[in-house]
């Protein structure tokens, strides 16, 4: 299924990246790492993979976001399979879609944040 996601990665324009949290524009959600972050009230500086729901076009948001195209770029964006792309005040995807793209990121710390996130957040 991550195949029809389309995942693309990027680096930021700049050497140095925005301060963190960073901003998204409307239509945008965060998950994986970040978004465990964001749900636990966890403060924390941004994890090595941002991952990225946006309905916006790439070219787009990656403008807006002052990103270029990297095949091993810290950020990753994606096509959303969930709907409505509503995100709440902390602009994460829903809890659910959170856990299972930690899942699927199989390290240490993303296993950790994904038993908080199902011990804490009702799936």
Known sequence: MRNRLNPQRYRWLTAAPPTWPYPLPAGCVWSGEAAAQRLLGLAAA????LMLYSTLPRA???????LV?????????????????SPDLEQCAPPLVVYADLLAAATPRAAALAQDVKSCVEL
């Open 46 to 49: 941004p994890p090595p993979l």
């Open 60 to 66: 787009q948001l990656a403008h807006q976001l002052q």
């Open 69 to 85: 195209p990297c095949q091993r770029g810290p950020v990753e964006l994606l096509n959303p399979y969930f709907l409505p792309l």
